[in-house]
């Protein structure tokens, strides 16, 4: 597609659920990144694909959060057993395999609200 | 560990006036990169501006400007003719030049408001 995009736009659960969260990066684009934006705060790193490349799972905040991403493309993001604390919106960007000046292309966010 | 600050929450600008919204950071980097990222209402991330830390020269981009000043460790932006549509979220963000992981680490944010 022309840019990133995410399902659902909204998600409401109960706490306790999982939740799966989904990117579609550009066409093309070898990195993706996920992030998370908790109210009245910046975004912070969760975790990051490259090509075929093992990821860097460095930002995740817990075991209780994990990622895959199938055929080098769409990306998904697994929230088990959800906490009031997991409510945030969470954003994908992806790049292009391009110079070091290459720009992270975001998508329009999951807003993720746990009761 | 780099850090990115953003010390104003909020910043409000006349239309038609300029504004300049401050951001500092923090790292023991030479080679870096830096970034402001403009989040509208719709949630989108938008990158606004970019400046290379080894260039001297300031970037611009039409209305856009920063003024870098690598040794105070200082991005500030400068936003020249604020229009209505310029009212967002934000966000300086600074990235490594070194290393696979490419990742952004964003400052907290400044909400800028427009006044017709």
């Known amino acids: 597609g022309a840019g990133v995009s995410q399902s659902p736009s909204n998600k409401v659960t109960e706490k306790g659920k999982d939740v799966e969260l989904r990117c579609d990066p550009i066409?093309?684009?070898?990195?993706l990144y996920w992030y998370r934006q908790s109210l009245g705060q910046g975004l912070e790193f969760l975790i990051y694909?490259?090509?075929?490349?093992?990821?860097?799972k460095s930002g995740l905040p817990s075991d209780r959060f994990s990622a895959e991403r199938t055929g080098g493309s769409v990306s998904t993001l697994t929230i088990q057993r959800t906490q009031q604390e997991d409510s945030a919106v969470y954003l994908c960007?992806?790049?292009?395999?391009?110079?070091?000046?290459?720009?992270?292309?975001f998508g329009p966010g999951t807003r993720l609200t746990v009761l | 560990a780099q850090t990115v600050t953003q010390s104003q929450p909020e910043m409000s600008v006349q239309e038609a006036e300029t504004v300049t919204l401050s951001c500092t950071y923090d790292?023991?980097?030479?080679?870096?990169?830096l970034f402001w990222y403009k989040q509208p209402p719709s949630r989108q991330m938008i990158l606004v501006i970019r400046q290379e830390a080894y260039k001297q020269q300031n970037a611009t981009e039409n209305r856009f400007s920063v003024n870098f000043q690598k040794a105070a460790k200082s991005f500030s932006l400068k936003i020249s003719d604020s229009q209505l549509g310029d009212a967002a979220m934000y966000f300086c963000a600074y990235r490594s030049a070194s290393g696979a992981n490419s990742k952004l680490t964003f400052g907290k944010g400044i909400t800028l408001s427009v006044r017709p």
């Open positions: 960007a992806s790049k292009g395999l391009a110079g070091v000046t290459d720009t992270q292309y």
């Open positions: 066409s093309g684009h070898t990195a």
């Open positions: 790292t023991s980097e030479s080679d870096y990169y």
């Open positions: 694909f490259q090509g075929n490349s093992a990821p860097d």
